[in-house]
């Protein structure tokens, strides 16, 4: 009988895992929810496989795989984490994860995959690695990228091609799997030419020189876009995703890129130039779109994905597909600020405490005087503090509310939150104060607060 450690903050997720794990995959399952936990738990007991949520609080669930592993634990580690996370993909398994499996809408689908994968890690650990297993983790980790993906190694051999690959070239995987030269680029060039995973380790300028503009940087993910001419003479806008890939030592293993084509989206006339790049006189007004009209369209890519992220979550309350079209839009302009708060409030109705705050922080980075997102980060800071009681997160809601009183000072709400976190933090005079100044407003009518309209926006 396999013994499983299973780590996630999530009571449903973890209950529900530790039922199926020892009902139907005949394992003995223990469970923690926090990294901290699980750490003391280690300390004393050892397992023969341990699934750990991506997301967890205060030691993410990559921290703690990086802490075991710096400790020279070499226990399995599935990590387990939400849709439309490659990267977590990536990120996973350069600091030394087994296997990465994604949360869904089919979680029975999901925990017989799980068996199964906790199964192999427990045989290979007694096995040691053979050859080809990086390989195949390669193949297992693309299969589930929501993009079309594939991977190649240091010597650029395809070593991983997904099916979203095959649909968007036409190109089946055991005819690509192991060529080199070039072979994945010609679906799109029409020859061999450096795709972006060949030019991950290239500075701006070099990669810029390619054709290719770059739209972010993040998490060591390049994302841009380029313009291509496959065999037939089309013209393409392709944007592209590429990564590198590490084994737990450090040693490069491939480069992970992901593939969309985005001309549809573009609008329908092609790119004739870009970079700055001019070939004889200037083209006529019309003739083409220029880098900054195409960096245009693709930022209102990114609204028309937040819009729709909006009206799946406000008008549908479908809050775990709205957070699919937030991912995108964020993707491709990782500074809009309303995407990654209105991705927090769809985690935070999933009851992903820890998830939401993320975002939340992230949009009050991009825009620091923003009183809703103020607020949205606030009261997630109370809602753990006061569940989890934790002085320190109340602490931090104080801080954020008495900002937000300074730039509205009728702010109702904040004022009363404000009491809320000085009565949970012994202060009741204060608390007082504020529950008094928070009645004052609403008895005057003056009471305002920021508000979208979500109406006019969806």
Known sequence: MQSVLVVDDEPVMRDSAKTFLERFGNMDVRTAVSAKEALSILADSTFDALVVDYSLPEIS???????????????????????GREHAAI????????????????????????????????????????????????EETIRFFPDAAYAIDREARVVAWNQGM????????KEIIGKDGGAHAIPFFGKAHPMLTELVFEKDDAIN??????????????????????????????????????????????????????????????????QGETTGPEPAIGTAPSQGQVLGRLMGRARSSHREGLRLSYREAKYAEAIVHFDKAIEIDPAHAAAWHDRGVCLRELGRD????????????????????????????KRIGILRGKKSHIEGAVAIFERIVEINPNHAEAWNSLGICMKELGKDHTAAQYFSRAQGIIRQNKAKKKVRNFDQLV
């Open 354 to 381: 820890a998830e939401a705050l993320k975002s939340f922080v992230r949009a009050v980075e991009l825009a620091p005087d923003d009183e809703e997102f103020l607020f949205s980060s606030a009261e997630m800071l």
């Open 61 to 83: 669930g990559i921290e703690m795989l990086k802490i075991l592993r710096t400790k020279g634990d070499t226990t399995p580690v599935i990590i387990f984490t939400g849709v």
């Open 209 to 274: 020189r390619r054709k290719y503009t770059i739209t972010s940087r993040e998490d060591g993910a390049i994302c841009a876009w380029t313009v291509t001419q496959a065999e037939g003479g089309d013209e393409r806008v392709i944007w592209m995703k590429a990564a590198a890939l590490h084994d737990a030592k450090g040693a490069f293993i491939a480069a992970v890129g992901a593939v969309r084509d985005i001309t549809g989206e573009i609008g329908p006339e092609l790119l004739r130039q870009q």
């Open 91 to 138: 990120e996973a398994l350069n600091n030394g994860a087994d296997f990465f499996l994604k949360k869904g809408e089919s979680p029975s689908s999901e925990f017989r995959e799980l068996v199964h994968m906790i199964n192999r890690a427990a045989e290979r650990r007694v096995v040691g690695r053979s050859l080809g297993t990086s390989q195949k983790l390669l």
């Open 166 to 173: 095959t649909d968007l070239t036409g190109v089946e995987a």
